[in-house]
């Protein structure tokens, strides 16, 4: 089967780092992307890894280790505005091809 | 703005019904869409996708009589809900990849569609 393993929930305070792991079991793997996603609203993408390493885009960056089917995205300087669901979600198929999406992490960012 | 428009964003039919949602890239075009499916609280399931000229490829478990894919060009998918029940309630959202700074697989998604079944 395919999975993609990521925390339910996550609480933090404005101006911490916090970071939410993934873990992943599918059939062909070409990226790993994070997507942000406010009640209601559409995903939001946030960063893409296809290779190891850490990508960074602001307050964001996402890490990607192949090896062990494993990354994360750290946000830093939280912002009440961060509260949000954070979705990672495995490329399939091709490069441009079809995304299986983690299950969600609640993040709720307090003051 | 907006890389990929969708509308409508809300709709509210009867039973039996049918509903078509529209997915548009915007300045660019896009040979391969997808559409997903997520209930509250839940994360996106991805239905089908959505083949320019030709055939959609559906996941495992979805209708393709139920769920009705039409990619006739590259800036344009459909998906037409047929027949429509209070358990096909849902929101729908597609995506289309758009090339960045030479990178092919970012996703960028429609505002979404929020169907109501009555």
Not at chain 2, 16 to 38: H, N
């Amino acid at each position: 089967g395919q999975s993609l393993e990521q925390p339910s929930e996550v609480t933090a305070v404005e101006g911490a780092i916090v970071q939410i792991n993934c873990t992943y079991q599918t059939s062909g793997f070409y990226g790993l992307s994070w997507y942000q996603q406010h009640d209601g609203g559409a995903p939001t993408f946030l960063s893409y890894n296809a290779l190891d390493g850490l990508e960074e885009t602001g307050r964001f960056s996402s890490f990607l280790s192949r090896s062990d089917s494993y990354g994360y995205l750290l946000l830093q300087e939280l912002q009440m505005k961060d509260s949000a669901s954070y979705f990672c979600a495995v490329t399939q198929g091709s490069n441009t091809g079809k995304l299986i999406f983690g299950q969600g992490t609640t993040l709720q960012v307090k003051p | 703005g907006a890389v990929v428009s969708q509308h409508p964003s809300r709709v509210i039919c009867k039973s039996g019904t049918s509903v078509k949602i529209e997915c548009r890239s915007l300045d660019f075009q896009a040979t391969t869409m997808f559409w997903y499916r997520q209930f509250p609280k839940q994360s996106l399931m991805l239905m089908a996708t959505s083949n320019e000229g030709s055939k959609a490829t559906y996941e495992q478990g979805v209708e393709k009589d139920k769920f009705l894919i039409n990619h006739a060009s590259l800036t344009l998918s459909t998906l037409t809900v047929t027949s429509a029940h209070p358990e096909d309630s849902s929101f729908y959202i597609c995506s289309a990849n758009k090339e960045k700074r030479g990178r092919k697989n970012i996703q960028y998604f429609g505002a979404g569609t929020r169907l109501s079944v009555l």
